[in-house]
């Protein structure tokens, strides 16, 4: 054995010695990522090859007897193997992010109430309060959320691996890691859209969107009515009735068994001419929240429609006295369910539609969804007039006539 060979032999043995103490003390040290079952790819624009997805929470938790000083977090995309895109947190780079948000976690009453948002009770272990700072003492965490990774080329990962270092009071680097698969998701069954006519899709799955952050809604889109001048209400918009969504017939968009519906919420009061959307928020959308904590009230009216493959059918914000199904009920794919309305936490009329892996509308895990009776209005659609795809926030998209499909529609030429 030459003198190369001995020392390359020697950094091996103390590189597995160190490594084997990094796992020993490792022991209660992990990542915890939620959803923890995998992550879907969305479509941010499909026509040029931009694809992106979300990581929505994880939780770096110390469980184990010593303090823990972070260094870093790398959030990495991978494609067989290997590393495509990496996303990396510092302590000098996160410590003022995470400043700005610890009283959200640190308040056990805001904790709770944004829990379906955050998710904190599906990613932190019971026993482990927040840690205000980046060293981990025992039995304590903290969040990263949101950490959207974007792909260009048509290369898509197929796995995300979560990994955090960080050092022990004996200065020894000890590492933590978990992975979630990346999936492209296609829906088992043939969905048609949960209205007719030309409608406005104030939020979907972009980036943009509001719903993205929220993995319960993370596909979900927001659909809305638009009129004359470009406006969704006829005069005034004072009233819900003076909106051209209110009281359009809400349809099932499949086959299926009704789990789960409320009929008893009244509409909320609209906003008054001329008042700003925050004085709105606060003293409509607020006060609703403060009088019932548990958002019952705050998500309004509502159907949930159980289809084949255990995929369920969201629709929200329906019309006070318009849902006529109950649970037990079977519907026919293109059934009335009931009407659009404004029930619960809105601004103004409109249909809050999705589709979930579970019926459970707060935490259940948003799946992306198309439909065969759908096709984008060419002047919105940014010259992606596909209609087999994801639609993006600031579309008007037009059902086909019934016993139409999409699938009849030549887009081969125009991906």
Do not use: C
Not at 38 to 58: A, K
Not at 244 to 257: C, L, N, P, R, S
Not at 322 to 330: C, H, L, N, Q, T
Not at 376 to 405: H, I, M, Q, W, Y
């Amino acid at each position: 054995m030459n003198s190369i060979t001995k020392r390359l032999v020697t950094a091996g043995l103390v590189l597995l010695t160190l490594l084997g103490t990094a796992l020993a003390k490792a022991e209660g040290f992990e990542v915890r990522v939620a959803p923890s079952d995998l992550i879907y790819v969305n479509e941010n624009n499909r026509r040029i090859g931009i694809y992106d997805i979300m990581v929505q929470t994880i939780a770096i938790v110390n469980r184990s007897a010593s303090s823990l000083k972070l260094r870093e977090i790398l959030i990495e995309a991978l494609k067989e193997g290997n590393v495509i895109l990496t996303d990396r947190l510092t302590v000098s780079n996160y410590q003022a992010v995470w400043d700005a948000i610890y009283p959200n976690y640190s308040d056990p009453k805001v904790q709770a109430a944004h829990d379906t948002i955050t998710l904190y009770s599906l990613a932190v272990p019971e026993g482990v309060t927040i840690s205000p700072k980046l060293t981990l003492e025992p039995s304590t965490a903290i969040l990263v959320r949101n950490r959207l990774l974007a792909f260009s080329g048509y290369i898509l990962p197929d796995k995300v691996r979560v990994t955090t270092r960080a050092v022990d009071p004996e200065g020894k680097v000890i590492t933590a890691e978990s992975s979630l698969p990346v999936v492209r998701f296609q829906n088992k069954n043939v969905y048609i859209f949960p209205v007719t006519g030309r409608w406005y899709l104030s939020s979907s799955s972009s980036i943009r969107s509001h719903h993205r952050a929220r993995v319960a809604h993370e596909f979900a889109l927001d659909i809305m009515k638009i009129g004359a001048g470009g406006k969704s209400f006829k005069t005034d918009g004072a009233t819900p009735a003076d909106y051209y969504a209110f009281g359009q017939k809400v349809i099932a968009i499949a086959d299926g068994t009704i789990i789960d519906a409320e009929a008893s919420i009244a509409e909320t009061e609209m906003p008054k001419p001329g008042e700003a959307r925050k004085d709105f928020a606060k003293r409509v959308l607020g006060a609703m929240w403060k009088k019932d904590p548990s958002g019952r009230v705050a998500g309004g009216n509502y159907v949930v429609i159980k289809h084949d493959h255990n995929e369920y059918s969201v629709y929200v914000h329906l019309r006070h006295g318009s849902v006529k199904v109950k649970a037990g009920d079977r519907v026919r794919q293109g059934q009335a369910i009931g009407q659009v309305g404004i029930s619960g936490d809105g601004f103004e009329p409109h249909l809050h539609f999705s589709v979930t892996d579970t019926p459970d509308m707060n935490y259940g895990h948003g799946l992306p969804v198309t439909f065969t009776n759908v096709k984008p209005v060419g002047f919105s659609s940014t010259l992606d007039v596909n209609p087999k795809r994801l639609f993006l926030s600031g579309e008007f998209v037009d059902t086909l006539a019934p016993g139409k499909s999409t699938d009849k529609l030549d887009v081969s030429k125009q991906h």
